[in-house]
């Protein structure tokens, strides 16, 4: 199915929640409304047509400086069985950072969610087990943001553990040649 077809199937069917789309080079995105989007997701899985049983990744994207509600977070679905592709993006805003959580449509939701979390601060309501999965689970802020900070308050001791490894790699080359 044409990707610009499945748009066309989800405007006919949520019409209220479409926000806008989107096409370029035979992809398609669909940005809906944030309180909808499991429904929408939902709907997209389990229409015998539309059959998107594969959720690819799921992440977000910062749009600090650019515009409010801040965040997208993105959903790349593929349907194993038709061979169709969609991007479908729901807005967040930074002050209620929320959106629901589709862990229970997509096993693989769990891990990406948890990444989302961890490196956005988005919370997923409803996720069985919402905690940091990169970073450490006392680390402050989200690394993906745009305001978090480039550089640390370390100066050069962020930086020892890379020139011990050099030396170390430097002493290695010199004992095998």
């Given amino acids: ?84 592709r969609i991007r479908v993006k729901a807005q967040v805003r930074e002050k209620d ?16 969610e948890r990444e989302c979390f961890d490196m956005f601060g988005i919370q997923f309501v409803g996720h069985p087990d919402l905690r940091r999965i990169l970073m450490p689970e006392d680390w402050n802020g989200y690394p993906l943001r745009k305001d978090y900070p480039v550089q640390s308050d370390l100066k050069e001791k962020e930086w020892e553990t890379y020139r011990e490894l050099k030396e170390a790699a430097k002493v290695w080359r010199e004992d095998e040649g």
């Fill in 97 to 112: 950072c929320y959106i629901t959580s589709v862990a229970d449509l997509w096993r693989t939701a769990e891990w990406f």
């Fill in 1 to 84: 199915m044409d990707p610009l077809e499945i748009v066309k199937i989800i405007k006919d069917n949520f019409p209220k929640e479409v926000l806008w789309y989107r096409c370029f080079r035979d992809e398609c995105d669909i940005t809906v409304r944030q309180e909808k989007i499991k429904e929408i997701l939902a709907y997209l899985k389990h229409h015998p047509s539309l059959d998107f049983d594969y959720l690819i990744d799921l992440t977000a994207v910062d749009y600090l400086g650019f515009r409010e509600p801040r965040f997208d977070v993105v959903y790349h679905l593929m349907s194993i069985k038709h061979k169709h």
